[in-house]
Every structure is written in C-alpha cells, then in structure tokens.
C-alpha cells in the first residue's frame, strides 16, 4: 500500500514487476507517480473498478532520463501503479514517490463546510490564490483555554470566530507569532462551538501547513526532551555516488514517559535545508500516529545525490505540543563522482 504523498523504497529483479495500491479519496484529484534513483523503469497506472485493474497511462521515459512519471487526473477510488525494468533484464534499486494534488476545499470554504478537529495536528495545503482552510472545533461546558496555531514554512494567518445563532463573530486574529511564518491564537473561551480560518499572509501565498490545537479540554502530551527518545540525532551517509541510493537504519521515536496522560500526535515528516532534494524519507510509520507511553514508530531516511559534493538537510517530525521544537534529525551525505 502506498499513500498519496509518500516515497518507498523497492528493488527489480529481472523479469520482476513490483504492485502499489493508492486510495484516492473522496473528491478525487491529480495523482502522480514517478521513480528516483539510477535504475531504467517503465510505470503504469491502474484504476481497480470491481476487482478488474483497468490501465488507464503509463510511462518509460521521462524527459530523456531512466525514470518514469505520470501524472493523472482520477476521481475517488482504489489504484495499483506497477513498476517493472524497461526491459526483462533490467535490475536494480528504485524510489517511487507518490504525491496527489487533492480538492482545494479538502477543509471547507466558510465555517459551515469546516473540518471538525477531532485531533491535536490536521494538514493541510494553501493551493489555490487567495486559498482559506476551515476548523470548527466544538469546546464542552465549563470552556477553557483554545490555543490555535500553525506549523510549517507557509507564512500563514488566523482568525478565529464562535458561532452564535449560525453566525460566525470575529473574536481575535493573528498574523505574526513571534516574528515566524505561522500564526498562534490563545484565548479562554465559553462553551460552545469556535471556527477558526487559515489563511495566507498575502492571497498569493501557497503552501503545506499543519494546523495545531491544544486547551484545557483537548488532551496534549509534551514533546520535551526528558518525555520523547530518538535513537539517533544525525546520520552520516558519507560518499555516496551520483544517482546511488543509500538507505540508513530506522530511526525510532520512542515516547518515554511515565506519565500514562502524556499522549504524543505526531504528523507527517517532511525534509528541510538547502539540500532536501538529495535526501528522501520512506516507510514512515509515524505520521499522524498517536504515541501511548511506551510506544515507539520509525522511519527511514535515503540518500541519492544529484551532484557532487557536501550534502545537508534536516528531517523535521511535527508533534503535537506547541510550546516545543518539532523533533529533528540532521543528514550528512556526500555525492561522488565514479571514478
């Protein structure tokens, strides 16, 4: 099974055709599929209508390079990519990134179509000119503390509203939390229902963001160091060809808390610093987990550089306590020339 937005690692044997599943979900969207690394692969895409796959593209040359990529506009429903050789004897190491392009209302249009939060961490993407994302988030009676924020390198605003008789009042906004990009609204409030909008700084700002909630009634572990493990701080791929790809040890992230309410939300990881490109995350087992005391998750970081020379980037894991760093791991690597 891959996940719209997700890089896996495989491997071709000759003769060999590896199968994906991808769920598209309601609403449909573009979907697309390409390979990474240096081994020559030809894709297809498949729809599943009634058990039957249906080919509906494929590809095996991209631009002139040994990879494919395809790029498809699907509507809701379950479909296989497959990877083979471009011939019966091709063999060799590949990355399959899958990524969708969903609706750009995946979080509603006002405060009637909004997301409801049931969570501390929700994504979501500002894709559109002039895009707004929707939460309504229901506070039970005796209220208390709302705090609303965001995550993420999309310079983001906030506004948030309670909803009286259907209609949404304007109760405090916020465009500059400390001087970073993202936005942060903390305020007591009644019980009743609030909807909070994220917007763009400017209308032609674009972007991923993770919307974050935390208060009084909304359960919040901390990620503060002596509470959150990782197994390790940096990794070092050293010399790694050009177009080679170097896979490290899973990372671990453990929650190490003895405190049975110290609940940890993680989301997805994402890449940062100037060389991300070369770098690549797969089977990440802790995006959006939530992490019970004692519990861990892993990820994997590859390494395929695409020039020579020193490589630096950062993998940042979101989690859901707002008043701590997001957990980071460095990567190290160096792209060679073959001799």
Do not use: W
Not at 41 to 51: K, N
Not at 95 to 107: G, K
Not at 194 to 212: A, H, K, L, N, R
Not at 279 to 300: E, K, S, Y
Request: glycine share 10%; net charge negative; charged share 15%.
């Amino acid at each position: 099974m891959a996940e719209p937005m997700s890089s896996t690692t495989g491997e071709l044997t000759p003769d060999d055709i590896d199968s994906f599943v991808v769920e598209m979900p309601a609403g449909g969207g573009r979907l697309n599929a390409g390979t990474l690394g240096t081994t020559n692969t030809a894709g297809e895409l498949f729809q599943i209508v009634s058990g039957i796959p249906i080919p509906i593209a494929s590809n095996g040359d991209n631009a002139g390079n040994q990879n494919f990529f395809i790029s498809q506009t699907v509507d809701e429903g379950t479909y296989c990519i497959q990877v083979s050789g471009q011939s019966a004897s091709i063999q060799g190491p590949y990355i399959l990134q899958v990524e969708a392009d969903l609706p750009d209302d995946e979080h509603g249009n006002n405060c009637e179509t909004a997301t409801n939060v049931g969570q501390p961490m929700i994504s979501g993407e500002l894709s559109v000119f002039a895009d707004s994302d929707f939460f309504r988030i229901q506070v039970p009676p005796g209220g208390g503390n709302l705090t609303v924020s965001t995550l993420g390198p999309t310079n983001t605003a906030g506004e948030l509203f309670q909803i009286l008789d259907g209609i949404p009042i304007p109760i405090a906004s916020n465009g500059d939390n400390a001087g970073n990009p993202n936005f942060l609204i903390s305020r007591m409030v009644d019980e009743g229902t609030y909807c909070v909008e994220v917007s763009g700084q400017t209308s032609s700002i674009q972007g991923p963001y993770i919307f974050q909630t935390s208060g009084d009634f909304i359960p919040a572990g901390s990620c503060a160091a002596e509470n959150v493990r990782l197994s390790v701080a940096s990794i070092d791929f050293g010399p790694v060809l050009i177009g080679d790809l170097a896979e490290a040890s899973a990372i671990t992230v453990t929650n190490i808390s003895t405190d049975s309410a110290n609940v940890l939300f993680l989301d997805a990881s994402f890449l940062e610093d100037m060389d991300a490109a070369d770098f690549g995350i797969v089977n990440d087992t802790c995006a959006g987990q939530m992490l019970m005391p004692g519990a861990q998750c892993t990820l994997r970081a590859v390494f395929s550089p695409l020039d020579a020379g020193p490589k630096t980037a950062a993998i940042i894991i979101p989690c859901n306590d707002p008043d701590s760093l997001p957990l980071e791991v460095e990567l190290l690597g160096e792209g060679t020339m073959a001799p």
